[in-house]
């Protein structure tokens, strides 16, 4: 766990010039270093995974902290919105119950991260089949959509100035392991990230590795509509997917940084 907290016998009292002194002890001070980050040892070397990378993020999270007295709604807010957004994700895995247990759609997300306002989420998509990879895309716009139209309204009721919505974004690629692999690198996970910041646009999956024209029919494209955007750091022109809804919306401002193919 990330945090460094020396106990108060890790400090003594010194007499310096007659005064006296509280110093943390040397073996203590030293202490505070990487391994604090809880990577293990980060002289491993690191191994690969194809996955798929979203990367929620809560609108208006930071304002939400910044009401009066935020430590008697944030951990209320917080703890309702992990406990349902894993249970959101369970569902959409589940194909069918048994008694014995649960047959799946696909496996569940290897690896979680909370990231202070919003969620990392990786699946390793090597034992996805291509089609329920594409369905994965589907059930987290649901997932995003439930965030307003389910679980917003009832936490609006017990807390004030809500995050207004739980927006996404998703791209596939390679992940590579740090340390003991308690923790992932990518170039994917960078690019989920910067898709769910896109101005005006609240979901968003980038292009590259999916092939929607291939896996869905004409009534689940028709949803979607096709652009190049200037992702910072990635590419003047990637090509990503967003809702045409969100895109018909925009104001005309929002709606030029993004261009037909």
């Given at each position: 766990?990330p945090i460094f907290s020396p106990?108060p016998?890790?400090?003594?009292?010194?007499i310096?010039?007659e005064?006296?002194?509280?110093?943390?002890?040397?073996?203590?001070?030293?202490?505070?270093?990487?391994?604090?980050?809880?990577?293990g040892?980060?002289t491993?070397?690191?191994n690969s995974k194809?996955?798929?990378a979203?990367?929620?993020d809560?609108e208006?999270?930071?304002?939400?902290?910044k009401?009066?007295?935020p430590?008697l709604?944030v951990?209320?807010f917080?703890?309702?919105f992990?406990?349902w957004?894993?249970?959101?994700?369970r569902?959409?895995?589940c194909?069918?119950?048994?008694?014995?247990?649960?047959q799946?759609?696909?496996p569940l997300?290897?690896?979680?991260?909370?990231?202070?306002?919003?969620l990392?989420?990786?699946?390793d998509?090597?034992s996805?089949?291509?089609v329920?990879?594409h369905?994965?895309?589907?059930?987290?716009?649901?997932?995003?959509?439930?965030y307003a139209?389910q679980?917003l309204p009832e936490?609006?009721?017990?807390?004030?100035d809500v995050?207004?919505a739980l927006r996404?974004?998703i791209?596939k690629g390679t992940?590579?392991s740090?340390?003991d692999g308690?923790?992932?690198v990518?170039?994917?996970i960078n690019?989920?990230?910067r898709?769910?910041k896109l101005d005006?646009?609240?979901?968003a999956?980038?292009?590259r590795?999916?092939?929607?024209?291939?896996?869905?029919?004409?009534d689940q494209?028709?949803?979607?509509t096709l652009k190049?955007a200037s992702?910072?750091?990635?590419?003047?022109?990637e090509?990503i997917?967003?809702?045409?809804s969100?895109f018909?919306n925009l104001s005309k401002?929002?709606?030029?940084?993004?261009?037909d193919p």
């Amino acid at each position: 766990m990330p945090i460094f907290s020396p106990k108060p016998n890790c400090y003594i009292n010194i007499i310096e010039n007659e005064q006296t002194i509280k110093v943390l002890k040397k073996e203590d001070f030293d202490s505070f270093n990487s391994s604090v980050l809880g990577l293990g040892d980060i002289t491993q070397a690191s191994n690969s995974k194809p996955a798929i990378a979203a990367v929620f993020d809560l609108e208006g999270f930071t304002n939400f902290c910044k009401q009066i007295e935020p430590q008697l709604s944030v951990p209320i807010f917080l703890k309702q919105f992990l406990d349902w957004i894993f249970g959101e994700i369970r569902k959409e895995t589940c194909k069918k119950e048994f008694a014995e247990g649960y047959q799946l759609w696909h496996p569940l997300p290897f690896f979680t991260k909370f990231m202070g306002d919003g969620l990392l989420v990786l699946w390793d998509c090597s034992s996805i089949h291509s089609v329920n990879q594409h369905n994965l895309i589907t059930t987290l716009d649901e997932i995003a959509g439930h965030y307003a139209q389910q679980f917003l309204p009832e936490m609006k009721k017990k807390v004030c100035d809500v995050p207004s919505a739980l927006r996404c974004g998703i791209a596939k690629g390679t992940v590579y392991s740090v340390g003991d692999g308690n923790d992932f690198v990518g170039p994917c996970i960078n690019l989920a990230a910067r898709l769910q910041k896109l101005d005006g646009i609240k979901f968003a999956f980038a292009r590259r590795g999916f092939s929607p024209e291939d896996q869905w029919k004409e009534d689940q494209l028709e949803y979607w509509t096709l652009k190049e955007a200037s992702i910072r750091g990635m590419g003047e022109k990637e090509l990503i997917y967003i809702r045409k809804s969100e895109f018909e919306n925009l104001s005309k401002i929002d709606s030029r940084k993004y261009h037909d193919p």
